[in-house]
């Protein structure tokens, strides 16, 4: 985390225009999720001493991100985002202005027009942002308002935050050595379940809580229902001697069905795809493959199986 970091901004007032060029020395997935998600957003957002507080972010084009910023005594400033142009990890777009707890546009203060762009680099991720504004009054306005400092500060939360995510990914795995989990399986209650586990081992989750709204649209598939996008994806827990317990909801809406022989896997990482295909194919001999080893959309090759003993594993190859 020692890498020099990139800061240009840049006014422009011919063309209404703020340029703003940062490097985070972090992997694009984990820059594109802090800029995207709001459990991320509202822990660097807002330059300290203010908070920010996400009331509802609908991530996709056509959707809003409304929130506010709170300040030590109380005062509270609401503000919307329009989304209007999504390419993952790569560019989004959206216009970003003043509003109520309503969400109702303020006439008297200035909008501005974001583009973010995403490049990742040798030493981690770039973020190039372009803010249009419709007048240069506004664009002053901004600038008297202590945009600069504000963003500055909000950025500087964003790498203690990246910071903190590294420490988590080192603490759990930090090279691509093999390992071993246990993953288990809930038929909707998976959150109800760590947060248990996590009283009594009285440890803390890995890179949070992931779920199923996380996911990118499939067009070959209708979208998620609401109370499915709350439910978990992906979750992680060390308990002790070195021992990660791992878990996920398998809704009956998928076509899961949960019961007593199936909640439970042994979850296998080996050091190489080549492994993991021999290890698959040798231990599966005379049991019941549940999913081939095949590529998944988390960057993973993975598979499934029950041996002839009646065992649950999986098979998860991801490189480092």
């Known amino acids: 985390m020692n890498k020099a970091i990139l800061f240009n901004f840049t ?16 992997p694009i997935d984990l820059v594109w999720a802090a800029w995207t998600e709001a459990d991320l957003l509202d822990q660097w957002w807002a330059p300290k001493p203010f908070t920010n507080k996400t009331k509802t972010l609908d991530f996709r084009e056509g959707g809003k991100w409304h929130y506010c910023m709170q300040g030590p005594n109380k005062e509270t400033f609401w503000a919307i985002f329009n989304y209007e142009t999504i390419k993952p990890q790569s560019y989004f777009s959206g216009n970003d202005g003043f509003c109520d707890e309503n969400g109702v546009i303020s006439d008297n203060k200035p909008t501005v027009k974001w583009e973010n762009a995403f490049q990742s680099n040798e030493n981690g991720t770039t973020v190039n942002i372009l803010l249009h504004f419709k007048t240069l009054e506004d664009l002053e306005t901004i600038i008297e308002m202590g945009f600069k400092e504000g963003f500055t500060a909000g950025l500087e939360n964003l790498d203690q935050y990246i910071a903190a995510q590294f420490y988590l990914r080192k603490q759990n795995k930090p090279n691509n050595e093999a390992r071993v989990s246990t993953y288990l399986n809930f038929a909707g209650n998976t959150e109800e379940a760590f947060i248990f586990y996590r009283s009594v081992f009285k440890t803390e989750f890995i890179n949070r809580i992931h779920r199923f709204g996380e996911l990118p649209p499939n067009p070959e598939q209708p979208p998620l229902a609401e109370h499915l996008k709350k439910m978990v994806l992906h979750v992680e827990l060390p308990i002790f001697g070195n021992h990660i317990i791992m878990g996920t909801d398998a809704p009956k809406e998928m076509g899961f069905t949960v019961n007593g022989g199936n909640n439970m896997h042994i979850n296998l990482e080996p050091e190489s795809r080549e492994e993991a295909d021999r290890i698959f194919n040798e231990l599966s001999a005379g049991g019941k493959i549940e999913m081939p080893m095949q590529d998944m959309f988390w960057g993973a090759y993975f598979g499934s199986f029950t041996d002839k003993f009646g065992i649950n594993w999986m098979l998860n190859y991801q490189k480092k």
């Open 11 to 26: 006014v422009d007032k011919a063309k209404n225009q703020i340029q703003v060029e940062r490097s985070f020395n972090a």
